[in-house]
C-alpha cells in the first residue's frame, strides 16, 4: 500500500498473521500506521516464553534504571574518600566523572541501540553483558592505585553498564506506551537519581566509608546493582515496531477526538520519523542545542553540590548528608511528577517552566552556601533536585512524542551523546574553570601541584554559568521546539531526497517484531 504524505485518507488494512498472532495495520491521514491486534501477552509469550503485561514492564524498566544510576549518582558522595585515599588530584578525580559520562552517553547509548533496533543484541542479553560489567567496574574502583584503572574500570568499563540499563529501560516505556507514557516514563526515569541514595547515605557516613575499609563497601555495591539488573532482564521486552494497543482507536486519536487529557496535549507524532528525518527538521536540531544546555546544568548540579557544601564546611553534619541524599531522592521522585504534569500542560511548557526552576534553584543552593546557612542549603538542593533531572526524562518524551516510537532509541540516543558536553562541564569543566578562578594553574589542573581551595568568587561564577545553561536551554524549547507537523515532515523528507509517498511495508518493518 503506497500513502501520499498529507493526504486525507485513512485505510484500515486486513488481518495479517505474525508470530505473535494476527493485527490489521490502520494507516492515518498523515500516512502514519498502527499496527493492531496482537497483547503484550502474546508478544512476550513468543519472544521469552512467558507473559508479561505492560504494568509488569513498567516495573521491569524501572529496576533497570534504578540499579543503573548508582555509578553516576554515588560518584560525588563515594569520590572525596577513594581520591584521598589514594592520593589524586581534584582535577584526576573529576576527570573520571567525565571519562564515565563519554562512555555512558556515546558508545553505550548510541552503538547500543543501533544493534537493538536492528535485531542484533536482544533486550535481554543487553541486560546480562550490564550486570557482568557492573562487578567489574567496582572492582576496579576499589582497587585504583593509579588514576588510569578507574578511567578504565569505573569510567569505561561502569559507563558502558551503566549506559546499558539506562537505555533499557528508557525504550521500554517509550515503545509499549505510546498512548499514556508521561508518568510511567517519569516514574521509571526517576530511579536514576533516588536508585543511588541508600548508597550515598553509606558514603557519607565515616563509620561505615572510611579510608580503612571502604573496598569492602564498594564490592558489595558491585554485587547488588548487578543482581538487579539481572533481574531486571527477565521483566522486560520491546515491542514491534508500529504496535498500538488495540483498546485505543488510533484514528480517533489522530483526529484530535481522544478522550485521553494525555493524548490531547500531547498527541502521537504526526509519523515515524528515521534517524535522518529528525536531523533534517529544526526541532531536531533545537532538541540537541536545548538538552546538551540542560544537562551540562543538571551534571554539574548532580556532581558539584556536595563538594560545594564540603567547601562551605558542612561535611559531617546532618544537614550534609540530607542535602547529598535529598538531592539524588528528589530529582529521583520528581520525575514522575513532572511527567504527569505534562499530561495536563504538554511537554513544551513543562520542560521550559522545570529548567527555568532549575536554573533559578542553582542560584539559591550558592547563596545559602557562601552565607554558611546549611539547613537552607540542604533544603534548597533538596527543591532543586525535583527539577535537576527534568533535561533526562522529557528526552525521552520529546524525542517520541515528536518523532515516534519506531526509532526512538537511536533518535534519543543522538541528543543523548552531547550528554559527555554536559558531563564534561559538570565533571572536569567546571573543575578546570574553579581551579583558574581560584588562582591555580594547568599544574593543579594536571596534578602536578596542589590544587587551590576555591574562592567564593569561583563558586559564583560557576553556579552562575550553570544558571545561564539552563535559562538559555529553556528559551530554545519555548521558541524552536514546536511539534513537527506534517509538513515538516514532509519538508525533512524532501531535504534528504525522498518520495512524497511512502509504502506501508517498508523495509519489511511491519512483517516481523521486537526481539
Not at 57 to 86: D, R
Not at 121 to 143: E, P, T
Not at 451 to 464: R, S
Amino acid at each position: 500500500m503506497i500513502v501520499k504524505l498529507g493526504s486525507n485518507v485513512a485505510d484500515v488494512a486486513g488481518n495479517v498473521k505474525s508470530p505473535y498472532g494476527s493485527y490489521h495495520v490502520m494507516t492515518d491521514k498523515n500516512g502514519r500506521r498502527y499496527r493492531i491486534g496482537e497483547s503484550p501477552e502474546d508478544i512476550t509469550k513468543k519472544i521469552i516464553g512467558y507473559r508479561l503485561s505492560r504494568r509488569t514492564m513498567v516495573i521491569g524498566a524501572w529496576m533497570c534504571f534504578f540499579f543503573g544510576s548508582v555509578l553516576e549518582y554515588g560518584w560525588g558522595a563515594a569520590s572525596g574518600t577513594v581520591i584521598s585515599h589514594y592520593n589524586w588530584s581534584t582535577t584526576e578525580g573529576f576527570f573520571n566523572y567525565t571519562v564515565y559520562v563519554l562512555f555512558e552517553a556515546t558508545v553505550a547509548a548510541y552503538i547500543f541501540s543501533r544493534m537493538r533496533e536492528r535485531g542484533l543484541l536482544s533486550l535481554r542479553r543487553m541486560l546480562w553483558l550490564g550486570s557482568v560489567m557492573l562487578i567489574i567496574a567496582y572492582i576496579f574502583f576499589a582497587n585504583s592505585f593509579a588514576p588510569w584503572i578507574s578511567y578504565v574500570g569505573y569510567a569505561m568499563i561502569g559507563g558502558l553498564s551503566s549506559g546499558l540499563g539506562y537505555a533499557a529501560g528508557g525504550g521500554v516505556i517509550t515503545k509499549w506506551f505510546p498512548d499514556k507514557r508521561g508518568w510511567r516514563l517519569g516514574f521509571a526515569n526517576g530511579a536514576w537519581a533516588y536508585g543511588a541514595v541508600p548508597f550515598i547515605i553509606v558514603y557519607t557516613d565515616p563509620h561505615l566509608f572510611y579510608l580503612g575499609d571502604f573496598q569492602t563497601v564498594l564490592y558489595i555495591t558491585g554485587i547488588i546493582i548487578a543482581i538487579g539488573l539481572f533481574i531486571a532482564s527477565f521483566l522486560v521486552c520491546d515491542a514491534p515496531k508500529y504496535w498500538w494497543p488495540a483498546s485505543v482507536d488510533p484514528l480517533v486519536v489522530a483526529a484530535g477526538k481522544s478522550r485521553s487529557r494525555e493524548l490531547i496535549a500531547n498527541p502521537p507524532a504526526v509519523n515515524q520519523f528515521t534517524t535522518q528525518e529528525f536531523f533534517a527538521t529544526r526541532q531536531g536540531k533545537a532538541q540537541m542545542v536545548s538538552f546538551t544546555l540542560a544537562l551540562a546544568a543538571s551534571l554539574f548540579n548532580v556532581s558539584l553540590y556536595a563538594p560545594f557544601g564540603a567547601a562551605m564546611g558542612f561535611t559531617g553534619g546532618i544537614a550534609f548528608t540530607v542535602g547529598a541524599a535529598g538531592f539524588a531522592f528528589t530529582d529521583g521522585i520528581g520525575r514522575p511528577v513532572q511527567g504527569w504534569i505534562s499530561t495536563f500542560i504538554g511537554r513544551r511548557k513543562a520542560v521550559t517552566i522545570f529548567y527555568l526552576l532549575m536554573g533559578i534553584g542553582g542560584l539559591g543552593v550558592l547563596g545559602a552556601g557562601l552565607a554558611h546557612q546549611a539547613v537552607i542549603w540542604a533544603i534548597l538542593a533538596v527543591l532543586t533536585g525535583a527539577v535537576s533531572g527534568s533535561c533526562f526524562v522529557f528526552d525521552w518524551l520529546i524525542i517520541s512524542d515528536y518523532f515516534g516510537e519506531n526509532y526512538v532509541a537511536t533518535n534519543w540516543s543522538v541528543p543523548y551523546m552531547l550528554k559527555v558536553f554536559g558531563g564534561a562541564f559538570g565533571g572536569i569543566g567546571a573543575t578546570v574553570l574553579l581551579v583558574f578562578l581560584s588562582s591555580g594553574g594547568w599544574g593543579a589542573v594536571l596534578g602536578t601541584a596542589p590544587t587551590p581551595a576555591y574562592t567564593d568568587l569561583a563558586w559564583t561564577i560557576a553556579f552562575v554559568v550553570a544558571t545561564l545553561f539552563a535559562v538559555t536551554a529553556g528559551a530554545i524549547v519555548w521558541f524552536y521546539e514546536k511539534k513537527p507537523t506534517i509538513e515538516d515532515y514532509r519538508k525533512a523528507r524532501e531535504k534528504l531526497g525522498l518520495p512524497e509517498e511512502i509504502i506501508a511495508t517498508e523495509s519489511g518493518e511491519l512483517s516481523g517484531g521486537g526481539k
